[in-house]
C-alpha cells in the first residue's frame, strides 16, 4: 500500500460520500489509481442472506473470500474482536498512488472537512483537530482561518489534494 492517505471528513450529511466519489472519479480520469477506505459507524452487511458467502460467514468462516472473473472480495468477521485500526486495513491494501479515506475522524492523516449547509450538526472539526488541512464549503466560511475550497469544484479540490500529497503525473499507458 502506498504512504499517501488523504481523508474526508465532517459531520453527517455533510457531504463527504459525495466529495470522495466525485473525487475518486477525477483522480481516475487523471490516471491515477486510487483506493478508498470508508468507515461505518453502524452495522453493515455487503452479503445477501441466502449467498453461499453468507452461509460460509454464518457457519462460523473467520474470513470468507469471493471471487469471480470481474472481481474479488473479502470478508472479515470480527466476531468478539474489537474494530481494526485504520493502520492495519491500510496495510492490507494493493498498492495505489492515494488512498481517499471516508470518515475516521480523529485519525491523524491530512483531511478536508466538508460543511453543507443541510448537515445534521455544522460545527467547525477544524478549530480541534490539526490534521484537516482544508474545508470545502457549499457556503461562505468567512472565519475559517483554512484553505476553503468551493464543495462542488472537484478540479480545485483535486489539484489542492494532489499538491498537497505530492502526487506526481500518472506514467502515460
Same mark, same amino acid.
Not at 469544484?153 to 503525473?169: K, N, T
Given at each position: 500500500m502506498t504512504g499517501k492517505v488523504f481523508g474526508i471528513t465532517g459531520w453527517k450529511n455533510s457531504g463527504k460520500t459525495t466529495l470522495t466519489e466525485r473525487l475518486v472519479a477525477e483522480f481516475t480520469r487523471r490516471g491515477?489509481?486510487?483506493?478508498t477506505v470508508k468507515h461505518a459507524h453502524h452495522s453493515f452487511d455487503i452479503d445477501k442472506e441466502g449467498?453461499?458467502?453468507?452461509?460460509?460467514?454464518?457457519a462460523g468462516a473467520h474470513e470468507v473470500a469471493i471471487v469471480s472473473h470481474g472481481r474479488w472480495a473479502l470478508m472479515h468477521e470480527l466476531r468478539d474482536e474489537p474494530e481494526p485500526p485504520l493502520d492495519q486495513i491500510l496495510a492490507r491494501l494493493a498498492p495505489c498512488d492515494l488512498v481517499l479515506v471516508e470518515g475516521y475522524k480523529r485519525e491523524p492523516h491530512p483531511k478536508i472537512e466538508t460543511r453543507r449547509r443541510g448537515a445534521r450538526d455544522t460545527s467547525p472539526l477544524s478549530a480541534s483537530d490539526p490534521a484537516i488541512v482544508a474545508v470545502a464549503a457549499d457556503h461562505?466560511?468567512? %472565519?475559517? /482561518?483554512?484553505p476553503v475550497l468551493d464543495i462542488d469544484?472537484?478540479?480545485?479540490?483535486?489539484?489542492?489534494?494532489?499538491?498537497?500529497? %505530492?502526487? /506526481?503525473?500518472p506514467a502515460a499507458a
Open positions: 491515477y489509481r486510487i483506493s449467498t453461499d458467502s453468507f452461509r460460509h460467514r454464518a461562505p466560511q468567512p %472565519d475559517e /482561518r483554512l469544484d472537484i478540479a480545485a479540490i483535486a489539484d489542492f489534494v494532489a499538491a498537497r500529497m %505530492d502526487l /506526481r503525473p
